[in-house]
């Protein structure tokens, strides 16, 4: 993995994928788009199955953006509330973008 991907993947959908502004409390103009997707790229990279050969990809198209990896699931079957739980694949990843400041929380992600 090159050690700026996150900000190469951040920067192309900046780029590719301009979205409106919101002005917070404070005044200050927020990009929500751009935030929803460096933590859908956070996820991607901390949640990635590193053991598969497969390539993860980010898809833009016209009216949405998908994500694909191949990933294999902690339970099968329907997810509800009374089997949903915090799972953490790669631990030692998700600590690491927790201290860089990629991800605010750990296992927050449900």
């Not at 991907?5 to 927020?30: M, N, S, T, W």
């Not at 050969?53 to 699931?73: A, F, Q, Y």
Request: aromatic letters at 10%.
């Amino acid at each position: 993995m090159r050690a700026n991907l996150y900000e190469r993947v951040v920067e192309f959908v900046a780029k590719h994928l301009p979205g409106p502004f919101y002005v917070d409390e404070r005044g200050q103009k927020i990009n929500l788009r751009e935030n929803v997707f460096r933590e859908v790229v956070a996820n991607i990279m901390v949640h990635k199955e590193y053991l598969s050969g497969e390539l993860t990809k980010l898809i833009t198209e016209k009216k949405r953006v998908l994500t694909e990896d191949s990933s294999k699931p902690y339970i099968n079957g329907i997810i509800n509330l009374s089997n949903l739980k915090s799972y953490s694949k790669n631990p030692n990843i998700s600590k690491f973008f927790m201290v860089i400041n990629r991800v605010e929380e750990l296992g927050s992600g449900i």
